[in-house]
């Protein structure tokens, strides 16, 4: 498994639990995307279940690559371990849009079993956001609400307030906040050996302390839209030319992924510029930050022509240049 970098906090607080012999039987594991939750999720899971069966002489969360566990979770037939994710549809590639109450339901099939290798068993939803309707939520209340005997379950999240009350009340909460940049160098190296020193400056400083999402943006030029977006922050655009061509160029079906790393990275650009500013300056700035996050949310999950959604988003930073560019935005 990969190796876990920063989140030093969280894995002494696991650990504490683990070590204590009161573990918790819920975790909530929230924080922004890309900075590792998954992973947090999965290696505290393998140390559960690896410690169950002895002492496991290694630090953190690590659990040795030749420990049985270790070999069977990589294989992905840990019998005791169970993962609850969006499948893909009638045996393609696209993935489901959530997690079925089906889903939720086989892990009570599951549970009318013993476990096979240790007491423990361990549940990882990657990611609770992603369970469908009232359904599958309630479905998985009643298991954390009657928890079975030595299980514990590791629920991801990138909302946890959009969780049922229920289920949050339940959880142990596991805040991991974005990498520091030294972590975050160390994560990227590890991920891509082949990328040079420069490479790895630039994703540190589009990523934000989340290494999955630079990664995800690794060849996308996202520096480059971040040049055209700190254009617009300093000079408007008082014709309106920059943002259709900057529209235009990122409506393509083949500019997908452009597209998603602008809708993340306009609110992030106005959030910078924002700290850059005191009084009417700044709640100006603060309310066009509220305008384009709930701009960028809406174009994700309703799906909103990109052509329009770049125009109006681009329209917000050339906004806060002042003058002529505000009126015309």
Excluded at 22 to 28: D, I, S, T, V, Y
Excluded at 89 to 111: C, N, P, T
Excluded at 230 to 240: C, S, V
Aim: aromatic share 4%; net charge neutral; proline share 6%.
């Amino acid at each position: 498994m990969s190796p876990l970098f920063g989140h030093e906090e969280a894995v002494a607080a696991f650990r504490r639990a683990l070590d204590s012999g009161r573990l918790a039987h819920a975790w909530l594991v929230a924080g922004p995307p890309g900075i590792g939750k998954s992973l947090f999720a999965h290696k505290a899971a393998l140390r559960v279940l690896a410690e169950g069966m002895g002492p496991v002489d290694a630090p953190g969360l690590d659990v040795p690559d030749e420990h049985t566990a270790a070999r069977l979770f990589e294989a992905g037939s840990h019998p005791d371990f169970m993962r609850l994710e969006r499948v893909a549809k009638g045996g393609g590639s696209e993935l489901a849009r959530s997690i079925g109450v089906d889903q939720v339901r086989w892990l009570h099939q599951r549970f009318a079993m013993t476990a096979a290798l240790s007491p423990w068993r361990v549940v990882v939803i990657d990611t609770a956001d992603d369970l469908e309707g009232r359904g599958a939520p309630n479905a998985l209340l009643k298991l954390v609400e009657e928890p079975p005997a030595h299980t514990v379950f590791l629920l991801v999240s990138h909302h946890p307030d959009r969780l049922l009350p229920t289920i949050r009340s339940r959880c142990r909460m596991l805040r991991l906040a974005p990498l520091k940049d030294d972590a975050m160098a160390s994560a990227l190296r590890a991920a891509l050996p082949e990328a040079d020193e420069r490479e790895i400056a630039e994703l540190v400083a589009v990523g934000e302390g989340a290494p999955g999402r630079a990664i995800a943006w690794r060849g996308l030029d996202v520096a480059g839209l971040d040049r055209e977006i700190d254009q617009l922050l300093r000079e408007g655009d008082p014709t309106g030319h920059r943002r259709a061509a900057l529209a235009q160029a990122l409506s393509p079906k083949s500019a997908q992924p452009r597209y998603e790393a602008f809708l993340a990275r306009v609110p992030a650009k106005i959030a910078e510029a924002a700290r850059e500013r005191s009084g009417p300056a700044l709640a100006e700035a603060i309310a066009l930050w509220e305008r384009a996050s709930g701009l960028a949310g809406a174009a994700r999950r309703l799906s909103l022509d990109s052509q329009s959604a770049v125009f109006e988003l681009a329209g917000l930073v050339a906004a806060l240049a002042g003058g002529e560019s505000r009126r015309a935005a």
